[in-house]
């Protein structure tokens, strides 16, 4: 079924501060490239047949294009997010505005969390991220409002801050996932729910290959991360591999480009 993503044109991307071990402000970074870059991960999705909404850029919110922390959006509810670091504060009222102005119901966050960057919608569950940004209160706070199971997964390594760096669904009942990001408990609660899970290897990981999105036929992922490409193409997926290196400098792949409105 085709899918409804809404993104964020980077016009005024940079890095100008760090906030994750992958942001270095001394980098440097070309908006230019990071934009043509993300105009071509817009033109797979719609070369695929899913239809992009997109949210006007504001001016001094240079990650404002990782579109996935901006909301979770379950049933047609969108659950606000609320982050973690000032320098993005002011993203989360934005994308909310947004879906008022489109008629959505919203619910704007109590406690912290970072959106889909740490929520991720099976077809009976949901699996939320902590450990580094989203509050473990979020996690309720999502269910009473989404109406769906809340899974807690306890993140530990910090290249891996969000669950989208580490994991992502293939089809709605199985996912794929670096194990080396989770605790021990999670790593166990993985394995039970998804014994035949795809594992990602470090290297894999490493590119933020796992920040990859599927429509269940199709996976677009970061062009680096070959062996997971490899172990998806077995299983039986088409795999559409996009280049992200620009926006990679931020700490972001295809899916925290992506934010998907399930109605």
Known sequence: ???HFLMCRPEHFTVAYAINPWMNPDAG????????????????YEEL??????IDPVEGLPDMVFAANGATVVGGRVYGARFAF?????????YLRWFEEQGYPVRAAEHVNEGEGDFLTLDEVILAGTGFRTDTKAHLEAQEFLGRPVISLSLVDPRFYHLDTAL??????????FPGAFSQGSQEVLRRLFPEAVLATAADAEVLGLNAVSDGEHVVINSEA?????????R??????????????????PKCCTLEIRA
């Open 1 to 3: 079924m085709p899918k």
């Open 29 to 44: 970074a070309d908006r230019d490239v990071a934009i043509r870059q993300w105009e071509g991960l817009k033109a797979a």
């Open 226 to 234: 070959t062996a997971l490409q490899l172990e998806l193409k077995r």
């Open 168 to 177: 992502f669904s293939l089809d709605g009942r199985n996912v794929a996932y």
């Open 86 to 94: 000032p320098e993005r504060g002011p993203e989360g009222p934005a």
């Open 236 to 253: 039986g997926y088409e795999v559409i591999p996009v280049e992200l290196s620009e926006l990679r400098k931020a700490g972001g792949g």
């Open 49 to 54: 047949g899913h239809q992009v909404s997109l």
